[in-house]
C-alpha cells in the first residue's frame, strides 16, 4: 500500500490535473483516476490499517482514508458545479480504473505517459 500511495502521489504532482489549465488532455495517473492526489493518501490510509496498530493508530488511518475519500467527492462535486467539463468527466472516473474498465481510456497510454524516473525513485524508497 505504500508503494501504491507513492506512486500515485508523485505522480499526480509531476502532471497537475487537466481540469486546472481548460486542456482536454488527460494524461498519465489521471487516466487511472480522477483525483490521484486523494488517492495516494487514501492508499496510505488503507496501508496503515492493516498494519499490526493499537487502536487509537486504525481510528487515525480510518480517518485518513475517510478524508480522502470524501474529499475526492467533493471535489467532484465543486468542480462539476463551477466548471462542467464534460469532456473531462467523461473520460475519467472517480473509482480507479472504472473509466479503463469501462473502455473510456486506456491502461497503456497511461502507463506510457507516466514520469518513468519517479516511479524508479518510489521503488528505491
Known amino acids: 500500500m505504500r508503494f501504491l500511495?507513492?506512486?500515485?502521489?508523485?505522480?499526480?504532482?509531476?502532471?497537475?490535473?487537466?481540469?486546472?489549465?481548460?486542456?482536454?488532455q488527460i494524461k498519465g495517473i489521471t487516466r487511472i483516476c480522477r483525483h490521484p492526489l486523494f488517492l495516494g493518501?487514501?492508499?496510505?490510509g488503507l496501508g496503515g490499517i492493516f498494519c499490526k496498530v493499537t487502536t487509537c493508530d486504525a481510528m487515525?488511518?480510518?480517518?485518513?482514508?475517510?478524508?480522502?475519500?470524501?474529499?475526492?467527492?467533493?471535489?467532484?462535486?465543486?468542480?462539476?458545479?463551477?466548471?462542467?467539463?464534460?469532456?473531462?468527466?467523461?473520460q475519467t472516473?472517480?473509482?480507479?480504473?472504472?473509466?479503463i474498465l469501462q473502455?473510456?481510456?486506456?491502461?497503456?497510454?497511461a502507463l506510457s505517459e507516466m514520469n518513468k524516473s519517479a516511479i524508479l525513485v518510489c521503488i528505491i524508497i
Open 60 to 90: 487515525m488511518m480510518i480517518g485518513i482514508f475517510l478524508f480522502s475519500m470524501i474529499g475526492a467527492i467533493h471535489q467532484d462535486f465543486r468542480q462539476r458545479s463551477y466548471h462542467p467539463r464534460r469532456y473531462y468527466y467523461s
Open 103 to 109: 473502455g473510456r481510456n486506456s491502461l497503456k497510454c
Open 41 to 44: 493518501c487514501a492508499f496510505f
Open 5 to 24: 500511495s507513492l506512486i500515485t502521489s508523485t505522480q499526480a504532482l509531476i502532471h497537475p490535473s487537466p481540469a486546472e489549465n481548460d486542456s482536454n
Open 93 to 99: 472516473s472517480l473509482i480507479p480504473f472504472v473509466a
